[in-house]
């Protein structure tokens, strides 16, 4: 006569059972951890660029830079928040002699950029910035004597923020380098003739 030890084998089933169940649970949590991502907000839009974009020695060269929080949220991110303490920073390479800086376009509900110029190193601040709101700040230029002919003289700025009134989760962000192709220019003396007998 065989004996089968069946209450041995119904345990070890239900252990298994119980086992393949916890692994579901474990697999689902992650799954739905996975789908439940924290929001991602907006990065600023800060854009610089060089007018002209050829210069002498000498040549007046302005810098605009647009500073805009995104109104809607671009592809990949969830929401657009306002910011606070925003700061753009501009150090401007010594190729270049700053001669003044400005706001010249705000469209904002609060109050314009303030814009202090230390030197070559140009600030401007705003307490809030919402969604939509955007300014251009203008850095005017002479193009120095210690600028290499024949070279490009590349420069960014940069933008930080914080996420909240607080002063917590604080980002930072550059443009892309503006540029200027340093000509060679050379000046050629005036030599008086006489037309005359």
């Given at each position: 006569?065989r ?12 252990l298994?059972?119980a ?5 579901l649970?474990?697999v689902?949590?992650?799954?739905v ?12 839009e ?7 974009t ?9 810098f ?7 109104l ?7 929401e657009?928040?306002?910011w606070y303490?925003?700061i ?6 010594a ?17 314009p950029?303030q814009?202090?110029?230390v030197?070559?190193?140009?600030t401007?601040?705003?307490a ?12 005017n ?8 002919s024949?070279?490009?003289?590349r420069?960014?700025?940069r ?10 989760l ?7 380098d503006?540029?200027?192709?340093v ?12 037309f005359g007998?």
């Amino acid at each position: 006569m065989r004996v089968f030890k069946t209450e041995g084998v119904r345990r070890n089933m239900g252990l298994a059972v119980a086992g393949t169940a916890l692994m579901l649970v474990v697999v689902l949590s992650m799954v739905v951890a996975a789908d439940e991502t924290e929001p991602t907000w907006a990065p600023p839009e800060i854009a610089k660029w060089a007018s002209p974009t050829d210069a002498n020695v000498g040549d007046p060269v302005q810098f605009p830079i647009v500073v805009e929080n995104p109104l809607y949220p671009p592809v990949g991110y969830s929401e657009t928040v306002t910011w606070y303490q925003v700061i753009v920073t501009d150090v401007v390479v010594a190729e270049f002699n700053v001669t003044g800086a400005t706001i010249v376009e705000y469209e904002g509900a609060h109050s314009p950029p303030q814009v202090e110029r230390v030197g070559n190193v140009i600030t401007a601040t705003l307490a809030i910035m919402e969604p939509g709101d955007y300014f251009l700040l203008r850095i005017n230029t002479l193009l120095a004597a210690s600028a290499e002919s024949g070279t490009y003289v590349r420069n960014e700025a940069r933008v930080s923020y914080y996420r909240d009134i607080d002063g917590r989760l604080g980002r930072e962000y550059r443009s892309d380098d503006a540029q200027v192709f340093v000509g060679n220019r050379v000046m050629l003396p005036l030599v008086g003739r006489n037309f005359g007998p």
